[in-house]
């Protein structure tokens, strides 16, 4: 009898951020059980709602916007984007040179797929957006991890970096600010990997979704600023700023020097309008969006949600008996360390499902990221306080008595 089974083009790609524990919890709420879910970078079911400037948009657009777009995005929106890059002084990207897409995630598919061929490396992060990982898999590439170290601040490590380059590297993926760890970098790391990218002739991939969600009074510098002689591909959006991740409204830019990569511009056109467009009501939002930051702000200073979100969740993460957390500085993400000999973790994915079953708290094991060392896990710290009080007292409770048994 003949059988329908996945492609082999799928076989290596790692989307391990699923998984058992999802299915689990999956299962779980089958069964009529409560998760409390902190384990997705999703602010809607936390009580985040977008800015009413936006919604408003949305709503007198909706009529204008029932028909295809240029491939690439409305005028309008893509207008704005580049008034956006100018501000971030991103060099040398007009009208041309943007793309709207379904959210960043259907662009980061595509550009990797307009590049890579077979064999062809690319340096992605560890701990990284894993999505980057299973799109460079997925396009025939290989994926090469560089580690971003933990002892500073989780900043990339230049020199694990240059040592993975070789001859088969096209490109370094960046995302900053970061998921998982949350992490900013400073001048002195972008110009370091900016560096490195000239002296290898690389593309550089800038995954800056986040570039809206910093704290501190710190600010975000956009990896092409520093970069206009090289091409930089440069990715932002409106599902986390905006709180609007369910309108799928992301961009894509491509920065600087496009002189030697005339024939990816043409891979990167023919994809794009192979989709037709992205969602055309999403995309009409951006120019008011990107004029209506104000919101954003005000979530990110003290008063704010996240930020009082985060300062309750870094302590209390610290005071926990064998965790310790570097504190982020962006985004909502946490990346705590477990003292692995202390618990005798082996497996993080069991730790995970172990707390799971026990608390019905959903955190994403670190192996989700990439990490190899099953030391870490990911705390998305959307929910209130309230909330993460709870999930904070659970873990204490739990990892009190956690000694991981061998499977
Ligand atoms: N890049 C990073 C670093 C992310 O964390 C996410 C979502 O969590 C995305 C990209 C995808 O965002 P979207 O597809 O909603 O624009």
Same mark, same amino acid.
């Given at each position: ?14 989307? %391990? ?30 009580? @985040?709602?977008?800015? !009413? ?8 657009? #909706? ?21 956006? &890059? ?21 662009? $980061?598919? #595509? ?16 701990? %990284? ?15 090469? =991890?560089? $580690? &971003? ?50 002296? =290898?002739? +690389? ?7 986040? !570039? ?7 600010? =975000? ?7 206009? %002689? #090289? #091409? ?16 799928? &409204?992301?961009?894509?830019? +491509? ?14 056109? /023919? ?5 037709? &467009? ?21 979530? /990110? ?45 082996? %497996?993080?994915?069991? @730790? ?9 708290? +959903? ?11 099953? !030391? =870490? @896990? ?9 909330? /993460? ?9 739990? +990892? ?8």
């Amino acid at each position: 009898m003949r059988t329908f089974e996945k492609s082999s083009k799928l076989d290596n790609v790692c989307y %391990d951020i699923r998984g058992p524990v999802m299915d689990e919890a999956n299962r779980m709420i089958a069964q009529g059980e409560k998760i409390l879910k902190l384990n997705i970078g999703n602010p809607a079911p936390f009580g @985040f709602r977008a800015p !009413d400037a936006v919604i408003e948009k949305m709503k007198e657009m #909706l009529t204008f916007t029932e028909g295809y777009s240029d491939s690439k995005g409305l005028i309008e929106a893509r207008r704005a984007i580049v008034k956006y &890059c100018r501000q971030k002084n991103m060099p040398n990207v007009t009208e041309e040179d943007v793309y709207t897409g379904n959210g960043v995630s259907e662009l $980061i598919t #595509l550009s990797m797929q307009g590049l890579l061929n077979d064999g062809d490396e690319v340096l992605v992060p560890a701990p %990284d957006y894993p999505l980057w990982t299973a799109s460079v898999t997925l396009a025939g590439g290989t994926a090469v =991890h560089y $580690i &971003c170290d933990e002892e500073s601040e989780w900043y990339p490590d230049l020199e694990d970096m240059r040592s993975k380059i070789t001859a088969k590297t096209k490109a370094i993926v960046v995302i900053n600010p970061n998921n998982p760890t949350g992490a900013l970098y400073p001048k002195e790391i972008l110009q370091g990997i900016v560096d490195m990218a000239r002296e =290898h002739e +690389l593309i550089l991939f800038a995954d800056e979704i986040y !570039d809206r969600l910093v704290m501190d009074g710190l600010e =975000h510098i956009a990896l092409a600023s520093l970069a206009p %002689d #090289l #091409l930089t591909v440069s990715f932002n959006g409106l599902s986390k700023s905006h709180l609007i991740a369910g309108y799928r &409204c992301g961009w894509m830019c +491509l920065c600087g020097d496009k002189s030697k990569a005339k024939g990816y511009v043409e891979g990167i056109n /023919l994809l794009s309008s192979m989709r037709l &467009c992205s969602n055309v009501p999403a995309q009409s939002l951006i120019p008011a969006a990107l004029e209506h930051l104000d919101e954003t702000k005000q979530m /990110l200073v003290p008063g704010g949600r996240i930020y009082e979100q985060r300062e309750y969740i870094t302590k209390a993460i610290s005071e926990i008996p064998g965790l310790s957390v570097v504190k982020p500085k962006a985004a909502f993400y946490m990346f705590p360390r477990m003292d692995i000999e202390r618990f005798q973790i082996e %497996d993080d994915e069991t @730790f995970a499902l172990d707390f799971l079953r026990e608390k019905k708290i +959903l955190f994403t094991h670190g192996g989700g990221f990439h990490w190899e060392k099953p !030391d =870490h @896990f990911r705390i998305v710290y959307l929910p209130e306080v309230g909330q /993460l009080q709870e999930a904070a007292t659970a873990l204490k409770d739990f +990892l009190a008595g956690y000694v991981q048994k061998k499977a």
